[in-house]
Structure formats: C-alpha cells, structure tokens
C-alpha cells in the first residue's frame, strides 16, 4: 500500500501541499519553500528498500545528480527520508512531457531535432561527470513554457533496481521499448545505452511508431538484443537511406560501434535531414515546372487603326491589351539593318563581353588552382607503425591536419571496429589500435573519420601467426648442422664429396688439416645457413592496474605502456565516476602515479568497498576493483 502524505506535511524546509500523481516510482506531491517562495516536486521512492545499504546509495547517488546543472536537466533541490522511504524534491515543471506530444502522431524533422539537440546536450554534459540516466523515454523528458526539453528522473532507475525482473515489470514499465541491448542482458551500462535510447527516440519522432512495435513485453526484450529494427524508411517513406544509416548506427547492438557522442548522433542527423530536404526540393522543381505551350492562341482579334476603341469597365481602353495579326503569306516584311556606326559599336561591345568573359574564367581558374593547392597542402593524412600484422596485435595510427581538438575514431573494416581519438592543439592525433583476435586474414581498410565522414585512410594486411614466423617456401634451412671450416685451414683441404651426409643421430666432427698436396682442390667457400625469420614483437596494448584507493588520502595507479605521455582519470565507485584529473605518465613504459581522492568517492555510511579506476589516452581503459580503505 503507498505511503500518503497528508498536505501540510514538512519534509525539510518545503510544506506538501497536494498530490499531483503516481508514477513508476512512486507518488509525487507538489510542494512549496516558503522562504524561497519556490515550488518543488515532491517524489516518494517507494521502490527502494528502508535498509541500510540501499539508503547508503540513495544519498550517494542523489548527491551526484544535486551537483548537475545544466538547463536541460531538471534541478534537484533537496532529498531525505519520510518515515523510512527516501524522498527528492526536484524543480516543478507544469508543462507535460514529449511523451504526451509524441502520442498526437511524429513531428516534423525541425521541431524533432530541436527537442533532440536540447537532450543530446543535457546527456553529453551528464555523461562528462560520470552519470548515467539508464531511463531515457519521452516521458522523462519534460518540457518548458517555452517548449524547452528537461531530462528528468537521472539516475532513479539504478536507485531502484533489486533485481533485473523487479527493474522491468515493476519499477521501469513502458522502458524496454527504449533500453539499450546491454541493458537488457544486465550487463555493464555506460553512456552509449544513453545513446541508443536517444536513437530510439529519434526513430520515434520521426516515424510515429517505436522500433519494435506491436509486441508483447518479452518479445521486445529478445528483439532488442537479437533483431534489427526495420528501417526508418520503411515506416516513413519522406525519409532517406542517408537517415536510415545515422539511425541504425545509434540503435547498433555493439556500443562500441555506436555514435561517440550524443551530439554527435543529433548533427549526422541533421545533416541527412537536410539532404533528404535538398534531394526532395530539387525533385519536387523538375517535376512541377510547366511546358511551355506548342502554340499561342490570339485573344481577339486585331484592331483596325481607324476604330476608337471604347472604354472598358475598369476606365482602361481595349487598347491597353496588345492584339498581335499574323501576316498572309503573300505580305512583304521589311527588315531593317544596321548603319555602319551602329556595326562598330556593336563590335566593340562584342569585345568587351568576350574580355570580361575571359577575364572571369582566369579569375576561375587561379581560384581554383589555389584552392587546390591549399587543399593538397591541408589534406589530412593517417599512417600506420605496421601494416602487416597478426591477430592481436596493437599498432599506432598517427594522422596530421585534423581540426584541433577534435573528437573522431579510427575505423578497422571490414567488420567494424572502433578506437576513438582526439586531437590535440596541432590537429596531430596518435591512437593505438589492438587488432581483434578474430579478424580475418587479408587485406582490411584502416580509416580515420569525425563529422559523420571519413577523411583519409590506408590498407592493413592481416596475416596469419603461424605463416609470420615460417620462412617463405625455398627457404627452408637444413636440419643438420654444418661443419664450419677452422680459419687457419689451407686452400688445400678436402670439401666433403657433394651428396655426402653423416649418419641419422650422428653429429659431424671437425676435420683436421691435412698438409698441402699439389693435386689438393681448393678448399669449400663456407656457407652461411639461412636463419628462421623472427616473430614480430607486438607492441603491448596499454592496462591500467589500480593499487589503492583512500577515502581520506591518495589513490594510486600503475600505468602500463600508455604512449601519450598523460592521461585522464576518474574514480569510480557503485557505478558512478568522480572526475580527478590529468596526470602525467612515462610513454610505452609501466609509471606507478599517485594522486588525491576525488570527494564523494565513499558513501557517508560506508568506510569500506570496492573501487574501480578508469584511464583515457587515445581510448578509455578500466582497471580491476580493489576493496578501499578508510
């Protein structure tokens, strides 16, 4: 039975004036801060066990989301308990949600990706801090007076889950249709399950129907880890295969393979849009633009020149319209030409016409030429350290002329793999690539790409790792080994008669040196035995191990072989992360690095538990949990 509360009621400095509804959550309630004259949303989380560890994280994890603040996610203002059950107050937002708006049918590409692009940027910035929503739905986007879209409910879902069955019958109804493939599956859930509930929702804005529609709750669950969902434009014909991939990106069942970043996802998007829209405009021009008519029918006939023409209604006179009589063909036309002076000056026009004609191509021309030039100059450029290689091998793409600190990835085809970057100040980008173990053996395409295109690339050959040590056919050296000749020996000394071989298991001795004879044959040229071609060193791939972590002093990190020289990190602990900055390691080399806790690593209540560490250079590594110490 829910827990009411009566209005009037104080929860910390606001009074509960009313109840306003009951979600999945739990109830809600408007409240009001008398001395702030502010009014609040009051959400009773009644899915989360009254025990100690649960209200542990409760705290730990509202504290998180009360430090967001962006203006497209809802304000949390405060959080406690009410006889037991952990309670938010949060900013009231009157003006419904885009569920309520999507449920009139899908919007138009312009307002969809004004909503998408206010989310895109709420979820990037949250994401930045090491927060997850794990809820992302229209009816968790709310929306302003000025249509503004709020991200609501971060968080709760995490807050809420005992089990995986509780978390999709009871607490999160109406989410599978949204949940990213990991997420139904219970593994890890990062930002880009975010990503592929935004594409869900993109897909929705723009085709009037989820991807998987129509099915029962089970049959959602197995279709989002199993099947593909049909194309957008198989629902909504307006829509091109340049949409169709975008979308279908988002909604990748790898998360890897999916959009790095919410905004991103939203800027392809509006760049297919607009395609689609130039493709449709052009089309629409050709085939709406009118014949011009075989023959012109006269309107009346002409008028004679003796006939006074009589005013019309309108105060105009017939004359006003031009009659045109066609001649007989038994009528002369006069033609005049013209007089030499006219002939001269027509001439000199013909002149200047043909000089500025000539002068524009050469303008043309040099412009083109230079912008060539700058072009070649500026084009961009990736590299490999290898290109023949094995399975599981970790080379370096290193690539030129990228926009400055610009965020990209480096594409492995032909199945897809990605390994993002950044540039940095000098649009110089390193990344190293780990080939995957189950590659296939031939030639593969490497690319580096941002901005929803492709910029450069080169080939990788994938050999096998047996045939990368064997010595080419021919080559192979002799199992038995040879007799090398003593360097004191003379010219005069016997080869050994060709076809000549010492027993199986029988090791040939030196032979001595006989004296010079005059018949003595000269002595053998010694041979150098062909040597097996040594196994590439892979270069080793970079890890992270994390050796301690103190709430109340320093935590440290061993970093093994990472290239750039810094690296970025974050503690994480109950699957939250705390920013605590860059440190500077000893590129392709193991560096042991302390640094200071980041505040809010541990609960208030919980002096002891495990901790994970995570490193990003050219991608984002994750170390293995210790337990922690006070």
């Known amino acids: 039975m829910p827990l009411s509360i009566a209005p009037g009621t104080k929860l910390g400095q606001y009074e509960v004036q009313d109840f306003i509804g009951q979600g999945a959550m739990g109830l809600v309630y408007r409240a009001y801060h008398v001395q702030l004259e502010r009014t609040g949303a009051v959400k009773i989380l009644q899915g989360i066990a009254p025990d100690p560890a649960s209200t542990a ?35 009231y937002v009157p003006g419904g949600s885009l569920g309520d708006k999507l449920g009139q049918g899908p919007l138009d590409p312009g307002a969809a990706l004004r909503y998408l692009r206010g989310v895109a940027a709420g979820l990037d910035y949250a994401h930045g801090l090491g927060i997850v929503h794990r809820d992302v739905k229209p009816a968790n986007i709310l929306l302003e007076k000025d249509d503004t879209p709020v991200l609501a409910d971060f968080g709760l879902v995490k807050l809420m889950q005992g089990t995986s069955l509780r978390s999709l019958t009871g607490v999160t109804t109406g989410t599978p249709a949204y949940m990213a493939p990991e997420q139904v599956t219970g593994n890890d859930v990062g930002p880009a399950a975010d990503r592929y509930s935004l594409a869900t929702i993109a897909y929705e804005m723009l085709t009037g129907v989820i991807p998987f529609d129509g099915d029962g709750l089970i049959e959602v669950l197995y279709a989002q880890v199993h099947r593909d969902s049909p194309l957008p434009s198989s629902r909504n014909t307006s829509l091109g295969p340049d949409v169709d991939a975008v979308i279908m990106r988002g909604l990748a069942k790898d998360p890897a393979a999916r959009w790095e970043t919410c905004v991103a996802f939203v800027d392809a998007l509006a760049a297919a849009l607009a395609v689609k829209r130039v493709t449709s405009t052009m089309a629409s021009t050709m085939v709406m633009a009118a014949a011009a008519p075989a023959t012109v029918a006269l309107a009346a006939p002409a008028v004679p020149a003796t006939q006074t023409p009589a005013a019309n209604g309108n105060g105009r006179s017939p004359s006003a319209t031009v009659a045109v009589a066609y001649p007989q063909p038994a009528e002369t036309v006069a033609v005049a030409y013209p007089t030499p002076t006219q002939a001269v000056a027509k001439r000199k026009r013909r002149k200047r016409l043909f000089a500025l004609v000539a002068g524009v191509i050469l303008l043309v021309l040099l412009f083109v030429g230079v912008a060539g030039y700058l072009a070649a100059q500026g084009k961009t450029t990736i590299s490999l350290s290898a290109y023949t290689v094995t399975p599981g091998d970790t080379i370096f793409a290193t ?29 110089n980008v390193t990344a190293n690539i780990t080939v995957p173990q189950n590659i296939g053996v031939g030639v593969h395409t490497v690319k580096i790409c941002w ?34 000749p003593s360097p004191t020996a003379p010219t005069g000394t016997n080869p050994t008669p060709c ?67 810094t690296a970025t990190v974050s503690v994480c602990q109950g699957g939250t992360c705390h920013a605590a900055g860059t440190v500077t390691v000893a590129p392709g080399s193991s560096t042991t690095v302390s640094f200071k806790t980041p505040v809010g690593i541990l609960p208030t209540a919980i002096l002891i538990g495990p901790a994970y560490v995570t490193a990003c250079e050219a991608a984002c590594l994750t170390s293995g949990s210790v337990s922690v110490g006070a």
């Open 57 to 91: 994280r409760f705290r730990h994890e509202a504290q998180a989301i009360a430090q967001m603040r962006h203006p497209n996610i809802l304000n949390v203002y405060d959080f406690g308990e009410h006889e037991g059950l952990p309670y938010m107050i949060v900013e």
């Open 399 to 427: 690539a030129s002329h990228v926009p400055a600190n610009q965020a990209g990835e480096i594409q492995l085809l032909s199945t897809v793999h990605i390994f993002p970057f950044r540039s940095d100040a000098n649009g």
């Open 451 to 484: 901005a929803s295109q492709c910029h450069a690339a080169v080939t990788l050959r994938v050999v096998d790792a047996v045939a990368a040590v064997n010595p080419s056919p021919g080559a192979t050296p002799s199992t038995t080994p040879d007799a090398s």
């Open 499 to 565: 076809g000549s071989t010492p027993p199986p298991g029988q090791t040939p001795a030196p032979r001595a040196s006989p004296a010079p004879t005059p018949t003595s044959a000269p002595a053998p040229t010694p041979t150098s035995k062909p040597s097996p071609i040594p196994s590439p060193t892979p270069t080793p791939a970079a890890s992270i191990t994390l050796v301690s972590v103190s709430a109340t002093g320093n935590t440290t990190v061993a970093f093994h072989y990472f290239y750039l020289g």
